[in-house]
């Protein structure tokens, strides 16, 4: 079975600092995928970034970055000159073939103050 | 297409009614995901489709819950005999059978049982 683990409920963060989140998960799989999906207040879950579990090197997506560490299974998520649009709720999920459905974490409400 | 469709958003019940809320997936997305959000908690998967086949129920989906996915496209979720732990949102997602594996969410139908 597929655990994904984030430890922190709630983070806050100042305009233009950097911030990390973190995610830890547990697979039995060679094979699989981790995601960092953002669900801002009333609205709808959107993608952030992607990993592939064979790929060594950590995804990029313009502000958003990952530390993906296989052997620690650990996942965290930076973002980097944060914006007040960030502020939202943040999911690590992971997916495998296996049983081809995504397992999302508990989340974290990241607050960005102004 | 605009993305993943679902109706309604926002749904009251007296405890006891059925209710029932639809989802449409992205056009050309074989897979089909219903999941349960409540507040503060991430998504907790429900149930999944490959086109028109159910291939996978979780255990939370009692046998007062059915869902179905005729002729492979819209879904339907259907909750009979409600009750107050149903309150929840109940998100759909799809994807594609081939690619990155990224899931693309609706916006959800928003379920209060009073």
């Known amino acids: 079975a597929q655990t994904v683990t984030q430890s922190q409920p709630e983070m806050s963060v100042q305009e233009a600092e950097t911030v990390t989140l973190s995610c830890t998960y547990d697979?039995?799989?060679?094979?699989?995928?981790l995601f960092w999906y953002k669900q801002p207040p009333s609205r709808q879950m959107i993608l952030v970034i992607r990993?592939?579990?064979?790929?060594?090197q950590n995804a990029t997506e313009n502000r958003f970055s990952v530390n993906f560490q296989k052997a620690a299974k650990s996942f965290s998520l930076k973002i980097s000159d944060s914006q007040l649009g960030d502020t939202a709720m943040y999911f690590c999920?992971?997916?495998?073939?296996?049983?081809?459905?995504?397992?999302f974490g508990k989340g974290i409400t990241l607050s960005v103050r102004p | 297409d605009t993305g993943v469709s679902q109706d309604p958003r926002h749904k009251i019940t007296k405890r006891g009614q059925n209710v029932t809320f639809r989802c449409d997936p992205i056009?050309?997305?074989?897979?089909l995901y219903w999941y349960r959000q409540t507040l503060g908690q991430g998504p907790e998967f429900l149930t999944y489709?490959?086109?028109?086949?159910?291939?996978?129920k979780s255990r939370l989906l009692s046998d007062r819950f059915s869902a179905e996915r005729p002729k492979g496209s819209f879904s339907t979720l259907e909750i009979q005999r409600t009750e107050q732990g149903d309150s929840a949102m109940y998100l759909c997602?799809?994807?594609?059978?081939?690619?990155?594996?990224?899931?693309?969410f609706g916006q959800g139908t928003r379920l209060t049982v009073v």
């Open positions: 999920a992971s997916f495998t073939g296996a049983n081809s459905k995504l397992t």
């Open positions: 489709f490959q086109n028109e086949a159910q291939l996978e």
């Open positions: 990993q592939e579990a064979y790929k060594q």
């Open positions: 056009s050309e997305h074989n897979r």
């Open positions: 697979t039995s799989e060679n094979n699989y995928y």
């Open positions: 997602a799809s994807r594609a059978r081939q690619g990155s594996r990224e899931a693309f």
